[in-house]
């Protein structure tokens, strides 16, 4: 299923040019993928590239975990929680500086998905481009920027949670993991710390709860084979759940419940 590519936004703009510089220079692969409007020629547009509007990611169901398969293994259906959620760590790092940037410079981003478009390439997440006008002039707080980046989140994860069985805070904790370490990213930034740290409270502006509260624990891990502290995620990704991934991510809380002969394997594995 592939959908027409319509480049028609002559004042197109790159994330890479807003960002704060020590942000840009570090994630300069990432944010040169996302758009203010849509390039006249999408991210080398080809056959296998399919821009489609967000709200249509749902369709695309067969797409997403063949790629998944393809690059992780395991079967597209059997498998299809875990390989999901894999995917969804690749579109959280499109998605998540976005918002970050958006964040840093106190102006809200519609990312509403109705006005946000996904660029496909072979199943996988390419490139994501918001509407021209999306960037909104500055505000004296952040909470519209997190209540626009959690709203966003909260959309894609409901999509990608009804196309199999499976809790959404899997996605939450990948979205918050990465967020987590963006944020350390900003913490020297001029107000990056403090503003970012909203993300994580208990509480939404609504007051309904934070489904990013605290994504990642630092912890004293019983083995001295594993960092102290320990950067632990409340949430595994569940990619040991394909056959043959057996190397857990370096915050995986499974490492926590590990002998020293499981640890010295997976050391062995890196």
């Known amino acids: 299923m592939m959908a027409v590519l319509q480049g028609n936004d002559p004042v197109a703009r790159c994330f890479s040019t807003l960002a704060p510089p020590r942000l840009a220079a570090h994630l300069e692969s990432r944010l040169q993928h996302i758009w203010l409007g849509t390039p006249d020629q999408p ?5 296998k590239t399919a821009c489609i509007p967000l709200t249509e990611l749902g369709a695309y169901r067969s797409e997403l975990l063949t790629a998944m398969a393809q690059h992780y293994g395991g079967d597209a259906e059997i498998h299809a929680r875990a390989l999901l959620s894999q995917w969804s760590k690749y579109y959280f790092w499109l998605a998540a500086p976005a918002g970050i940037v958006a964040l840093l410079l106190r102006r809200p981003l519609d990312m509403s998905p109705a006005r946000t478009r996904l660029l496909l390439r072979n199943g996988m997440p390419a490139a ?3 509407a021209a006008d999306a960037l909104q002039p500055p505000q004296p707080d952040t909470a519209a920027c997190t209540a626009a980046l959690i709203g966003h989140l909260q959309a894609v994860i ?11 805070r899997v996605f939450w904790g990948n979205a918050g993991n990465l967020l987590d370490y963006l944020a350390s990213e900003c913490a020297a930034l001029p107000g990056g710390a403090g503003d970012i740290e909203n993300l994580f409270c208990s509480c939404l502006s609504d007051g309904g709860p934070n489904p990013l509260r605290t994504p990642v624990r630092r912890v004293q891990p019983r083995s001295d084979l594993l960092p102290n502290p320990f950067r632990a995620r409340r949430v595994c990704c ?3 759940e394909i056959p043959g991934e057996t190397n857990l991510c370096a915050s995986c809380p499974l490492l926590l419940t590990m002998c020293d002969d499981e640890l010295a394997c997976q050391e062995s594995l890196q």
């Open 238 to 240: 569940m990619r040991n």
């Open 128 to 130: 994501l481009y918001f």
């Open 43 to 47: 991210q080398h547009a080809d056959a």
């Open 158 to 168: 409901e999509t990608l949670a009804s196309m199999t069985r499976i809790a959404p």
